[in-house]
């Protein structure tokens, strides 16, 4: 009987969760362009949750989470190949802008960096994440992982497709290029921090230690960083073709920070290495003269 009422919950929180997704991708498509009645942006969020679906059934019959961030990354690759689609008018002209092919551009190379990135590192790491387990082996709280993170991808993912499925189309000025420059920044901060922390774990001279080299020596999650502000420049270079109900995705950058800094980010990770380096003196002091996120010298 317990087991039941945890897979009924189960099961709700994937219920409310596609609500959630569906009504959010909705409103911030709703003064879009549409298919049949539909907002753009909805049928991207539905395709969302078709691929996560459809990638959690082998996932729970092999138990195992090798696959789920590669999908995560698939994901957006999807919502993206569909919004420009969907907004192009075939034989007529395109109605995809610079703004939009660019921004296009942006999350397709991001989504498939990170994508490799991270599935060759949980490759060599054994096909093995530990938040997932508790969860893979109970396929209904295995099947809520897949559908928040659905959520978490037309969430975060939704500026961009507002821009691309966006009905009016604006000349570009300086937003455009001041989000442009956000991006490349943050995506670059990313992107280096990634290979720092991949090369110092290379190092057979640094297995056991903690990295405090290059970016990590100004922050203690410079890559968290760089996605927070990569994201925060798709929503600058948004913000001249939101209007009404499309307003919400300026949610988006504050739903990222949530997530990294709050919920599986920093906050599993400080878990992780507390348990590794508590103790250690070194870490302590690192603790408490490098920023959390946002890269500074540190302090003195």
């Not at 395709?47 to 138990?63: E, G, H, R, T």
Request: proline letters at 5%.
């Amino acid at each position: 009987m317990a087991n039941l009422k945890k897979s009924l919950r189960s099961f709700g929180v994937v219920i409310f969760a596609t609500a959630l997704g569906l009504g959010f991708a909705w409103l911030a498509g709703s003064t879009g362009q549409d298919l049949a009645g539909i907002p753009v942006l909805a049928v991207c969020a539905i395709m969302a949750f078709a691929v996560n679906w459809i990638a959690f059934v082998p996932a729970a019959i092999a138990q195992t989470e090798k696959f789920y961030d590669l999908i995560g990354s698939l994901t957006y690759i999807t919502m993206i190949a569909v919004a420009c689609l969907l907004s192009h008018d075939f034989g007529l002209g395109t109605k995809l802008d610079t703004r939009a092919i660019v921004v296009a551009i942006m999350v397709v190379v991001w989504a498939a960096r990170l994508g490799t990135f991270l599935f060759i590192r949980i490759s060599n790491d054994g096909g093995r994440d530990s938040r997932f387990d508790k969860i893979k082996v109970n396929p209904p709280r295995f099947l809520v992982a897949w559908t928040l993170q659905a959520v978490w991808t037309i969430i975060t993912a939704s500026a961009a497709l507002a821009i691309i499925t966006a009905s009016d189309r604006v000349p570009l000025g300086v937003f455009f290029w001041l989000g442009a420059a956000i991006w490349v920044v943050g995506f670059g901060i990313e992107v280096v921090a990634d290979k720092q922390k991949s090369a110092f774990k290379a190092d057979p001279a640094n297995k056991g230690k903690f990295i405090n080299v290059g970016l990590w020596r100004w922050s203690q999650h410079p890559n968290y960083f760089g996605e927070i502000m990569l994201w925060t420049g798709v929503v600058v270079m948004a913000l001249p073709v939101l209007s009404g109900w499309s307003f919400v995705v300026l949610s988006s950058p504050v739903f990222i920070y949530l997530l990294l800094t709050k919920i599986s980010g920093i906050n599993l990770q400080e878990q992780s290495s507390k348990s590794k380096w508590g103790d250690d003196p070194a870490y302590q002091e690192y603790r408490r003269k490098t920023p959390k996120l946002v890269p500074m010298p540190p302090r003195s």
